[in-house]
């Protein structure tokens, strides 16, 4: 990919964290937990999977986000014709079609648009009502596509019982809008019981490079620190699964080093709000 241009980003230094260098930076080749990183934009496997989401490779955190979901279930096997996946606030993404097309069979869901707390997402046109939201691209064949495809209101606070004996389930960062840490922190583990033994979770969230102590904490977002990805990994480790170690390492490139602030470009991977600045991390389950 081309470099990006810089003019309008602002430096940060994130070696004042020193997790944040420690080790080399992480990869698509070889995916575990991971911060979302510049170098993993000119990966051959970035290329391949922008191209099945039909988008142009960008500096776009949530682009990358949507790769590295698919890369780490690629890698770990569950993307096989029949394999059954669960999406939680899919909102309009065109990862149900993506694993369709792969003959996956899917699930997925969104909050109800009755709930208040949804109000946000369809003002900003990110909350899907209906199955053809999900096949906008047209990524998958419209027949395989209704053939494959279920969708159905949830809440990722109150996790169905009848959600069970999943192959895998995904999220792209919708766990850091559930009311706090905790709820977030909460319903990673609760998900886990969505899957078969040894089926993969894979989620993604906002991560704060500034602080490991002091971070955001609101009713709509959560900025997760180091401090509580630690402990959700322990979490997860009682509740019958492993997380994929974690690789801090916030990547050595000059984009890596910088921000942007509101009013927001196009192209950035990490922003900062208030006093923090933060980017993605993607985290990485096998149920035992």
Known sequence: ????????????????????????????????????????????????????????????????????????????????????????GVGKEPLPAVFANRQCRVLATDLDPSDAASVDWIGTNQHSTQLSDLNERGICPPDAFQSLVQFRAEDMNRISPDLRDFDFTWSSCAFEHLGGIQQGLDFFVNSLSCLKPGGVAVHTTEFNLSSNFSTIEAHNLVIFRKFDIDALANKVRTAGADLLPVNYHAGDRPIDRHYDIAPYSNTHLRIQLDRYVFTSIGLVAVKR
């Open 1 to 88: 990919m081309q470099s990006q241009d810089l003019a309008t980003l602002r430096e940060f230094r994130p070696q004042v964290l020193p997790y944040l260098t420690e080790g080399a930076p992480p990869t698509l080749g070889k995916v575990t937990s991971q911060l979302c990183t510049a170098s993993q934009f000119d990966e051959p496997q970035y290329n391949q999977w922008c191209a099945e989401l039909r988008e142009e490779p960008a500096y776009k955190r949530k682009q990358w986000e949507f790769v590295f979901i698919c890369e780490a279930l690629s890698q770990l096997g569950m993307l096989r014709p029949g394999n059954r996946g669960l999406g939680f």
